[in-house]
């Protein structure tokens, strides 16, 4: 605890970034994974074998853009730089270690961005109003395990400070996101949760309630709390899609997965 706490402290972020729980929600998932990276291993596998295959052909300088980077377990680090790309990665937050190994090669730019647009204002002002996400342009968009991620945060902390969220909130952030992206992107997100006891399961939670998706190209489970990580006999897993966002495509948004 104490650990994590200096931390917390150490790692630099705008007060709005600490304030509303994404440091230190970064060191945690970096914790979690200490604790269970044997039970993610195939999923982050899984994302890796896709964004490789996602550039394959695409030309040596090109330009590779991730958005939800994170401590990057889930990117091929490695392959992306010897293939010469140019890796833009972004987070809310980057925890120091992950500057440390990269902060000197020239082809990777960090770039702490809250993708939302909302964070500031709803920190600073109590208030919802959306600011311009600028970002630099790209050859190929990366939407990294983050899609149901982005109003969690928010949501909490407007549930704290008594702030109304209209109607519909945590949809329109998730749908923003994927106009964010534009065309010519790879899309990875969990599509439900799946909570289990003594190996029977309890509950079944999709993450996109209201619609119905368009089937992956490809899918797989990510035990995300193994047995005896939260309760001895507990798990959680989560279901996890990986799509494709053609230039043909038209404006994307979660209608385009089809409305139940």
């Known amino acids: 605890m104490i650990f994590e706490l200096l931390r917390h402290f150490l790692t ?5 970034i600490k304030a509303m729980g994404y ?15 044997t039970a993610w291993a195939s999923h982050l596998a899984r994302c890796r074998l896709n964004i ?9 300088g090109a330009t590779i853009m991730i958005i939800g980077s994170g401590a990057l377990h889930d990117v091929p680090m490695d392959e992306l730089l010897s293939a010469e790309f140019r890796l833009i990665l972004v987070d809310i937050v980057h925890l120091p270690k992950i500057h440390r190994l990269y902060r000197s090669h020239d082809r990777v730019q960090f770039i702490e961005q809250d993708v939302s647009g909302y964070v500031k204002n709803l920190y600073e002002k109590k208030i919802l109003l959306k600011t311009a996400v600028p970002l630099p342009q790209a050859d ?3 939407s990294l395990n983050i899609l149901s991620q982005l109003p969690l945060k928010m949501v909490a902390y407007a549930e704290k400070y008594n702030v109304i969220l209209p109607d519909g909130f945590a949809r329109d952030v998730m749908e923003d996101h994927l106009k964010l992206l534009g065309t010519g992107a790879l899309l990875i997100s969990d599509l439900e949760s ?23 190209f490809d899918e797989w489970d990510w035990v995300i709390a193994p047995k005896g990580e939260l309760e001895k006999d507990f798990a959680i897993s989560h279901r ?5 966002i053609y230039p043909s495509d038209p404006d994307i948004t979660l209608n385009s997965f089809g409305e139940v």
Do not use: Q
Request: charged share 20%; glycine share 4%; with cysteine.
């Open 140 to 142: 190929l968009v990366i």
């Open 194 to 216: 799946d909570f289990e006891l003594a190996d029977a399961l309890l509950n079944k939670k999709p993450i996109f309630p209201d619609f119905a998706m368009l089937e992956p």
């Open 12 to 16: 630099p972020a705008p007060p709005e």
């Open 23 to 37: 440091v230190h929600e970064a060191i945690a998932i970096e914790a979690r994974y200490n604790r269970c990276h």
């Open 52 to 60: 490789l295959a996602a550039v394959k052909g695409m030309p040596p």
């Open 240 to 244: 996890v899609g990986c799509w494709h």
